[in-house]
């Protein structure tokens, strides 16, 4: 493959487009509502209405708005189909030739739509995830071919160091440091890793990503290996995203097929290929260190850092470990240049975040907006507010990690820095609204459940902590625990935190935290009158000194 | 001074073919162990093939993937405990999985699942004694736009309710 080469597929596909394109989506989301059924129904009634020179149906991915699905849109007419059954077939391509239809329309125009800014989703609902060339129509592959031919791996480390793109996976540790640091290891083999272990409950932009745009992933990874010195990268995705499993698979096989990975990429020195490793059901394995145990074939358990992966990871070789979304935000930096992306955002995150908005709110679905976007305008503009007419009561960010925003603080711009400040994360996106009728006790009693089955039992603080943090948290809502008690469990949410090995541990008080921080008093209407009076603080330890 | 020769021992292996010996899914399971080249860090994506051709993991298939791997069963038997995904118990006939992830939890899942265990009289994780129904609960499909979405036979299905639920389930337990 050449840049020529690229052109060429570029033009082909582009000459080769129809005039109308009717957008059939294809991800997990709407295959569940049989959009495939209505994908073939849609052909068959283009062939029968004889429009097979002038209309398209193309199979794409996700189209964000996933409560409604499955969506079908119309090119150029912007004509967006909701709740599509194959019976509304004839009634779609009829719709084409002019003429208003009755069926059951979306505004594309709505601010669910209208303020998205896209970088990640681009393709997204937009190309067919299943062919190469239509990614290739989209300027795919072309900052691979700039990057290899006329970059040092140095001014590409560079240029994402300029960017100020920020780990997308939760921490948000600056990526550009990251690379460089694997970039200077010493070692001959370095490997890179795609964490798309999307483990947290509520999330699922990383699914939509990888059946959306896959060869965007791909594209990043061999960017930041060729930045870094690798010539093999894994992607650990989860057992439970069959669909995306496959998409990674045909991706793989047709980059391998045109050139696009392999050895001597675009005739250069450089070689690069992808394995799929699927994941086994366990959380902790989208902690890094317990990954890498788990692409080596092992049980999933963490270790202690340092060292950290980028100097001794994968088999005891540097590995350069990220998250999906931060691999497909590479090629477009690289395409349009770091200070075109170091403008969107705030002071300190820079970018877009892709959101899975999820819970109760009228529109749930995928969002991707410019950080700093305040809460409110995410939840009651875009996502429409809760249902029914109910009220929203705070918004979970993080998932079992992230903690509970109140009504009261939902002007707060997204970005890292502010969500920690409110004891919550950014996380990996998953954002779930709760209305008046959620109880806070029980979703924290949710979370700390689901870090008790989660841990991995290696050390004492998450194994034991987390097991009677849920007891107590059990206690408390059947309306047996004292004042005593819920002091108990702040005493081991502070344990757990501080002396957990890893973030799984660290992280799983987050949810009784935040909820005991804006909702206490739901935890006090539950508490019972201590039979033995207010507990005495212990007598404190004296402390040591030097002498003795 | 030389070791007295030691008797010749059968291929590791080989001990676990002669059961094996007529049932084909252990050539299938082989021929992807060689597509492997029996690396040991192939043993999660092994034992996926294995469970995907088994339907579970029992202590035969464990003690063969050990032995073709020359990995100690114990490993094995660590890993195929560790992950929730792998399963050592035989699956009913029918396979239900109540996703419990926080946006389908919000939305009601826990009373779908509450309502098809008191229906069945098993608790999640269990199959009924006639074998028929396997009641599963995941940590979240990845299917939160559509909550509560509960996967029968593998098809994920939206935005369920006990009542959808149960009409479901019935028609597997009554004939």
């Known amino acids: 493959m050449t840049l020529n080469d690229l052109h060429q597929t570029k033009e082909a596909e582009i000459a080769a487009r129809k005039k109308i394109v009717l957008r059939c989506c294809q991800a997990a989301g709407c295959t569940s509502s049989d959009s495939k059924g209505v994908k073939e129904r849609l052909e068959k009634a283009v062939a029968e209405a004889g429009l097979q020179n002038e209309v398209e149906v193309r199979g794409v991915g996700c189209m964000k708005l996933c409560c409604e699905g499955p969506l079908v849109q119309a090119d150029p007419s912007d004509a967006l189909y909701v709740k599509v059954t194959p019976d509304n077939a004839p009634a779609i391509v009829a719709a084409l030739k002019g003429g208003r239809s009755t069926l059951a329309q979306a505004d594309p125009h709505s601010p669910f739509f209208t303020l998205q800014q896209s970088i990640v989703l681009t393709n997204c609902g937009v190309i067919d995830p299943e062919r190469i060339e239509a990614y290739i129509a989209a300027d795919g592959y072309q900052a691979l071919h700039e990057v290899l031919v006329e970059m040092t791996p140095k001014d590409v480390v560079d240029t994402i160091v300029k960017s100020g793109l920020r780990g997308r996976g939760g921490a948000g540790f600056p990526t550009g440091l990251k690379w460089g640091t694997v970039a200077k290891s010493p070692g001959v083999k370095k490997y890179i890793i795609c964490n798309a272990d999307e483990g947290d409950p509520g999330a699922f932009m990383d699914r939509s990503v990888l059946e959306s745009d896959p060869h965007s992933i791909l594209e990043g990874m061999a960017i930041a290996a060729y930045a870094v010195g690798a010539d093999q990268g894994f992607i650990y995705v989860r057992a439970e995203y069959p669909l995306a499993i496959s998409r990674l698979h045909n991706a793989i096989r047709q980059a391998k097929r045109v050139g696009l990975l392999g050895s001597g990429i675009f005739e250069s020195p450089f070689n690069f290929t992808i394995d799929i490793r699927i994941g086994a059901g366990a959380f902790v394995c989208g902690e890094e260190t317990a990954l890498m145990a788990s692409v080596e074939g092992k049980r999933g358990t963490p270790r202690p850092r340092p060292p950290f992966p980028a100097e001794r990871g994968l088999w005891d070789c540097p590995t350069l470990i990220n998250n999906v979304e931060t691999f497909a935000n590479i090629a477009p930096i690289l395409r349009r240049g770091a200070d075109w992306f170091a403008g969107i955002g705030t002071e300190k995150s820079k970018g877009t975040k892709v959101f899975a908005l999820a819970g109760k709110i009228q529109n749930t679905g995928l969002i991707e907006v410019p950080m700093g976007t305040p809460l409110s305008t995410i939840v009651e503009h875009m996502g429409g507010g809760a249902p029914d007419g109910g009220r929203i009561k705070a918004v979970q960010t993080g998932g079992p990690s992230g903690g509970c925003i109140p009504r009261q603080h939902l002007d707060t711009p997204v970005d890292y820095e502010s969500l920690t400040k409110l004891g919550s994360i950014m996380g990996s996106g998953g954002m779930i609204v709760m209305d008046e009728t959620t109880r806070m006790v029980d979703v924290a009693r949710f979370f700390m459940e689901f870090c008790m089955d989660e841990s991995c039992g290696k050390c004492i603080p998450c194994r034991a902590g987390t097991v009677q943090m849920h007891h107590l948290l059990e206690k408390i809502l059947a309306r047996q625990a004292t004042a005593r008690d819920l002091a108990k469990l702040e005493e081991l949410c502070d344990m757990v935190k501080n002396t957990s090995l890893c973030g799984l541990g660290q992280t799983a008080p987050n949810p009784v935290l935040s909820t005991l921080r804006f909702f206490r008093h739901e935890y006090e209407e539950l508490l019972q009158p201590d039979p033995h009076g207010p507990r005495t603080p212990a007598t404190p330890v004296p402390p040591l000194t030097a002498a003795n | ?175």
């Open chain 2, 1 to 175: 001074m030389a070791l007295p020769p030691s008797p010749e021992k059968p291929r590791i292996a080989a001990r676990y073919l002669p059961q094996a010996a007529g049932d084909k899914r252990f050539k299938i399971l082989e021929a992807h162990i060689k597509k492997f080249q029996h690396r040991h860090d192939a043993l999660i994506e092994v034992l996926h093939k294995a469970q995907e051709l088994f339907g579970y993991l029992e202590d035969d298939v464990l003690r063969y993937v050990a032995a073709q791997l020359k990995l100690p069963a114990s490993r094995v038997y660590g890993v195929a405990t560790f992950y929730h995904f792998f399963t050592l118990k035989p699956q009913g006939a029918h396979t239900c999985v109540v996703c419990l992830g926080t946006a389908c939890y919000v939305k009601g899942a826990n009373r779908v699942l509450a309502a098809v265990e008191q229906q069945l009289h098993i608790k999640a994780g269990e199959t009924t004694p006639d074998n028929q129904v396997s009641l599963l609960t995941a940590r979240c499909i990845g299917a939160c736009g559509i909550a509560p979405a509960v996967v029968y036979d593998g098809t994920v299905t939206p935005r369920q309710s006990p009542e959808s639920a149960l009409a479901q389930i019935n028609q597997w337990v009554t004939p």
